[in-house]
Antibody
Framework: QVQLQQWGAGLLKPSETLSLTCAVY????????WSWIRQPPGKGLEWIGE???????NYNPSLKSRVTISVDTSKNQFSLKLSSVTAADTAVYYC??????????????????WGKGTTVTVSS | QSVLTQPPSVSAAPGQKVTISCSGSSSNIGNNYVSWYQQLPGTAPKLLIYDNNKRPSGIPDRFSGSKSGTSATLGITGLQTGDEADYYCGTWDSSLSAHVVFGGGTKLTVL
């Protein structure tokens, strides 16, 4: 079955750029939306953004100015960059496979496969 | 502050039934499908319900979902101690900058 393996730097200083990568194993890369989600300590989930195999992206408006999600279809990988990090960006970051469906005017979106998460701490 | 509103906590005894509510607006729940996720302590979220009321393969029928207007509900029957977890609702928000939104999460305690 499909598995997501993620990695990246776990400790950053304020103003640095967070960089994480997620590799997709055991399934098709096309036809899905590949998402990043984060969870600050003791808090809920926040969707960061998504990319499909063609490179089309959608971002959370609250993070859009600092986020770049890219894809490497030759490696079945997608990546997250978050610039100018602060302590507020300290969180567990998850990658996930998104599926979108629905009918005209109605969108069904859910994430059915998740990576194990990467803890990112921003501290001076 | 989350876009979708969930109660912070619910509790019930083993074997009982519990419901978790998720309230939104016309730009999200009112016009899109809802999904639910279970997050056991220290683990990644797991999809429980998608498209309002569908269960992925392997999810027992003790878990159910429904939607009415701008609210959705997750139901769990025959509670087990292993169901103690955080539960999140999520959906697509079709506002000007379309994106995924989540509820703040509900901690389920099985007494």
């Amino acid at each position: 079955q499909v598995q997501l393996q993620q990695w990246g730097a776990g400790l950053l200083k304020p103003s640095e750029t967070l960089s994480l990568t997620c590799a997709v194993y055991g399934g098709s890369f096309s036809g899905y939306y590949w998402s990043w989600i984060r969870q600050p300590p003791g808090k809920g989930l926040e969707w960061i953004g998504e990319i499909n195999h063609s490179g089309s992206t959608n971002y959370n408006p609250s993070l859009k100015s600092r986020v770049t999600i890219s894809v490497d279809t030759s490696k079945n990988q997608f990546s997250l960059k978050l610039s100018s990090v602060t302590a507020a960006d300290t969180a567990v970051y998850y990658c996930a496979r998104g599926r979108r469906g629905g009918t005209t005017g109605t969108t069904g979106y859910y994430m059915d496969v998740w990576g194990k998460g990467t803890t990112v701490t921003v501290s001076s | 502050q989350s876009v979708l509103t969930q109660p912070p906590s619910v509790s019930a005894a083993p074997g009982q039934k519990v419901t978790i509510s998720c309230s939104g607006s016309s730009s999200n729940i009112g016009n899109n499908y809802v999904s639910w996720y279970q997050q056991l302590p220290g683990t990644a979220p797991k999809l429980l319900i998608y498209d309002n009321n569908k269960r992925p393969s392997g999810i027992p029928d003790r878990f159910s979902g429904s939607k009415s207007g701008t609210s959705a509900t997750l139901g769990i029957t025959g509670l087990q101690t292993g169901d103690e977890a955080d539960y999140y609702c999520g959906t697509w928000d079709s506002s000007l900058s379309a994106h995924v939104v989540f509820g703040g999460g509900t901690k389920l305690t099985v007494l």
